[in-house]
């Protein structure tokens, strides 16, 4: 019975591979059944697992389900919002709705300001700063590199002044800089895909029609 | 004959092994003999300063037999007037230690103590210390600084944005084709599909697209359009409808919205692109829109989009996904052109303050580098004393701790 199911697996997988694959020759109704397992099947995955997680792990485990002694409070804010998000059901209350987003929203920002200031600014201004001056040709060539390339790609993002003159030519040489980045980056991210791939031609030949030893 | 050979065999294993195992004898009476271990001097203790408490600093200076004669240290704690107990074993060469274990306001004594085969010698006691906590962190003031500095900038522009003053934002291009995209979606008479990423509303480049979602719903809503907009967060979906809907009202066609024209698909990321995918070609919207935060399905949609022959603007600050969509889409919003996109159609003077206010950041991180580049470069070549300081200055100023 074990080994049914296993191999009912396998033959589901490949199936439902081969639905999603077709979607490259054109819509069909292999890829619009495969299409509505996924969905189906993951977004109430997700609820589960939020339930769970959040109002089975984080609150209840910390508030009334807590041992006497280590019951904690600040889950019933989380709580409170949560309901307050339920207020949309009613057109006479939606608006309260708001507040619990104006609550995410407010606090994300606040928390992100500092870190994204620390870690995209600070430390990345910090790290530019090298000496043209090293002990190889190659490593004087990387500083020039990295110097004029964040100060023109910084004159790109400038949104104060037109892009014109001098300054429109930084702005230019800083996309350049940017497009050859994305090139290489782009070329990098494709490899990576390719492996993902790899794994399914390997699922498809090596578990399923076990071509592969 | 036979013994003779062995005789003479034996001999010559002893000629050999005998001196060996003498001068093994003689190495383990010397180690059985080996003198105790100097012991480490300069012993300091001192709370962590500009933290929550709880941690107290220890240094010293390494034991002269370190690292030939000792096998490691031994750190000892005292509570005041309890006897001392062993609280870490340290590794040869070792002269600094953090004490995370401590409780604050209450005096601790320390002691370490120098190991080998011999034995242990302990250093002297230090005096009690006691672990208290700051309420400001003065190892991060630059960090204060540097965002007062900002802030005040971003303050400033936007009292002058509110005063009439005119505020100066040149032209990003993907914006400039927004509106001709709109319009040619209606002229077609196919909907615009706008997706805003697969993250939630804690990321601020959702927070950027639903900014752009107001202004483009508001021109679908003039223009009598139909939009179309699948999301995988319900927190997006939520805010995705408020700001839709107060489009409509605001272009005072609030009989034209509806909740259809937002709507959950799933949490799972594939299962969410397997949706779009069948929506687009589907449905076959006349201008695609990716704004927000991607992955790996950036490439996948564009894709989808380039292949229905939808007009496509994606922005995202996510720089591996960027290549994707510079190669697939019609326009592309590179990393900051994504924030300051909602600043510049909204037109409103806070976003706009805002947007001239990292300008004045750009021009500081700017100055920074130029400056400390060269700074450290002659102070690398000539070793010039005021090149030094000005190095020290821009590293106070930039490096954090």
């Given at each position: 019975?074990?080994?049914?199911?296993?191999?009912?697996?396998?033959?589901?997988?490949?199936?439902?591979?081969?639905g999603i694959?077709s979607?490259?020759?054109?819509?069909?109704?292999?890829?619009?059944?495969?299409?509505?397992?996924?969905?189906?099947?993951?977004?109430?995955?997700?609820?589960?697992?939020?339930f769970?997680?959040?109002?089975?792990g984080k609150?209840?485990a910390?508030t009334?389900?807590?041992a006497?002694?280590?019951?904690?409070?600040y889950?019933?804010?989380?709580f409170?919002l949560?309901?307050?998000?339920l207020?949309?059901?009613?057109n006479?209350?939606?608006?309260i709705?708001?507040?619990?987003?104006?609550?995410?929203?407010?606090?994300t920002?606040?928390?992100?300001?500092?870190?994204?200031?620390?870690?995209n600014?600070m430390?990345?201004?910090?790290?530019?700063?090298?000496?043209?001056?090293?002990?190889?040709h190659?490593?004087?060539?990387?500083s020039?590199?990295?110097?004029?390339?964040?100060?023109?790609?910084?004159?790109?993002f400038?949104?104060?002044?037109e892009?014109?003159?001098?300054f429109g030519?930084a702005?230019?040489l800083?996309?350049?800089?940017?497009?050859?980045t994305?090139?290489?980056?782009?070329?990098y991210?494709?490899?990576?895909?390719?492996s993902?791939m790899?794994?399914?031609?390997d699922?498809?030949f090596?578990?399923?029609?076990?071509?592969?030893? | 004959m036979k013994?003779?050979?062995?005789?003479?065999?034996?001999?010559?294993?002893c000629?050999?092994?005998?001196?060996?195992?003498?001068q093994?004898?003689?190495q383990?009476?010397?180690?059985?003999?080996?003198?105790?271990p100097?012991?480490?001097?300069e012993?300091?203790a001192?709370?962590?300063v500009y933290?929550?408490g709880?941690?107290i600093?220890?240094?010293?200076?390494k034991?002269?037999?370190?690292?030939?004669?000792?096998?490691?240290?031994?750190l000892?704690?005292?509570?005041k007037?309890?006897?001392?107990?062993?609280i870490?074993?340290?590794?040869?060469?070792?002269?600094?230690y953090?004490?995370?274990?401590?409780?604050?306001?209450?005096?601790?004594?320390y002691?370490?103590?120098?190991v080998?085969?011999?034995g242990e010698?302990?250093?002297?006691?230090?005096?009690?210390?006691?672990?208290t906590?700051e309420?400001?962190?003065?190892?991060?003031?630059?960090i204060?600084?540097?965002?007062?500095?900002?802030?005040?900038?971003?303050?400033?522009?936007?009292?002058?944005?509110?005063?009439?003053?005119k505020?100066f934002?040149r032209?990003?291009?993907g914006?400039?084709?927004?509106?001709?995209?709109?319009?040619?979606?209606?002229e077609?008479g196919?909907?615009?599909?706008?997706?805003?990423?697969?993250?939630?509303?804690?990321?601020?480049?959702?927070?950027?697209a639903?900014?752009?979602?107001?202004?483009v719903?508001r021109?679908?809503?003039?223009?009598?359009s139909?939009?179309?907009?699948p999301?995988?967060?319900s927190?997006?979906m939520?805010?995705?409808?408020e700001?839709?809907?107060?489009?409509y009202?605001?272009?005072?066609?609030p009989d034209?919205?509806?909740?259809?024209?937002v709507?959950?698909?799933?949490d799972?990321?594939?299962?969410?692109?397997a949706?779009?995918n069948?929506?687009?070609?589907?449905?076959?919207?006349?201008?695609?829109?990716?704004?927000?935060?991607?992955?790996?399905?950036?490439?996948?949609?564009?894709?989808?989009?380039n292949?229905?022959?939808?007009?496509?603007?994606?922005g995202?600050?996510?720089?591996?996904?960027?290549?994707?969509f510079?190669?697939?889409?019609?326009?592309t919003?590179?990393?900051e052109?994504?924030?300051?996109?909602s600043a510049?159609l909204?037109?409103?003077?806070?976003?706009?303050?805002s947007l001239?206010?990292?300008?004045?950041?750009k021009?500081?991180?700017?100055?920074?580098?130029l400056?400390?580049?060269?700074?450290?470069?002659?102070?690398?070549?000539?070793?010039?004393?005021?090149?030094?300081?000005?190095?020290?200055i821009?590293n106070s100023?930039?490096?954090?701790?």
């Open positions: 019975m074990e080994q049914f199911w296993a191999d009912f697996g396998i033959w589901l997988g490949a199936v439902l591979t081969l694959i979607f490259l020759y054109k819509d069909n109704i292999f890829y619009k059944a495969a299409e509505a397992i996924f969905v189906g099947i993951s977004a109430g995955y997700w609820f589960v697992v939020f769970w997680d959040n109002m089975v609150f209840w910390q009334v389900g807590a006497p002694g280590e019951t904690q409070w889950p019933w804010i989380g409170i949560g309901v307050l998000m207020a949309r059901l009613s006479k209350i939606g608006w709705s708001r507040w619990p987003l104006a609550f995410v929203v407010g606090a920002a606040g928390l992100y300001m500092m870190i994204f200031f620390v870690s600014a430390t990345q201004v910090a790290a530019t700063i090298r000496p043209f001056i090293q002990t190889g190659m490593s004087i060539f990387n020039l590199i990295i110097a004029i390339g964040v100060i023109c790609g910084l004159i790109y400038f949104f104060s002044k892009h014109k003159g001098a030519g702005a230019k800083g996309i350049w800089f940017l497009m050859i994305f090139g290489a980056s782009f070329g991210t494709v490899m990576s895909r390719m993902l790899l794994g399914r031609l699922f498809l090596g578990d399923w029609l076990q071509m592969i030893p | 013994k003779r050979i062995i005789a003479i065999a034996c001999a010559i294993l000629f050999f092994t005998v001196p060996i195992m003498g093994d004898a003689e383990v009476t010397e180690t059985l003999s080996a003198p105790l100097a012991p480490i001097t012993l300091t001192g709370n962590y933290d929550d709880g941690r600093d220890l240094s010293w200076a034991s002269a037999d370190d690292p030939a004669n000792i096998t490691g240290y031994v000892y704690r005292a509570r007037g309890a006897a001392f107990e062993k870490a074993d340290l590794l040869p060469g070792t002269e600094k953090r004490d995370e274990s401590v409780e604050d306001d209450i005096a601790y004594r002691r370490v103590g120098t080998n085969e011999a010698t302990l250093s002297e006691e230090t005096p009690a210390v006691i672990a906590w309420f400001f962190n003065f190892h991060k003031l630059n204060l600084i540097l965002a007062l500095i900002v802030c005040g900038s971003v303050l400033f522009f936007i009292a002058s944005a509110k005063s009439g003053r505020l934002i032209k990003i291009g914006l400039e084709a927004l509106e001709e995209a709109v319009g040619r979606a209606t077609m196919r909907p615009i599909l706008f997706i805003p990423g697969i993250l939630d509303m804690d990321d601020v480049q959702t927070l950027a639903i900014t752009i979602l107001g202004k719903s021109v679908v809503a003039d223009y009598d139909k939009i179309m907009m999301v995988s967060r927190l997006v939520t805010s995705a409808r700001t839709i809907k107060e489009s009202l605001t272009a005072g066609r034209a919205y509806n909740d259809d024209m709507q959950y698909v799933t799972e990321q594939f299962g969410y692109v949706a779009i069948g929506i687009m070609v589907r449905e076959k919207p006349a201008t695609c829109l990716y704004l927000g935060a991607f992955f790996a399905e950036s490439l996948i949609l564009a894709e989808t989009g292949s229905i022959g939808a007009i496509q603007i994606a995202t600050a996510r720089p591996g996904q960027l290549p994707f510079v190669a697939a889409c019609d326009y919003l590179i990393g052109e994504l924030f300051a996109a510049y909204s037109g409103d003077p806070k976003q706009l303050g001239k206010g990292q300008d004045v950041g021009i500081i991180a700017m100055a920074g580098i400056l400390g580049t060269l700074a450290m470069t002659f102070s690398v070549a000539w070793d010039v004393s005021f090149f030094n300081l000005l190095l020290d821009l100023i930039f490096i954090t701790n």
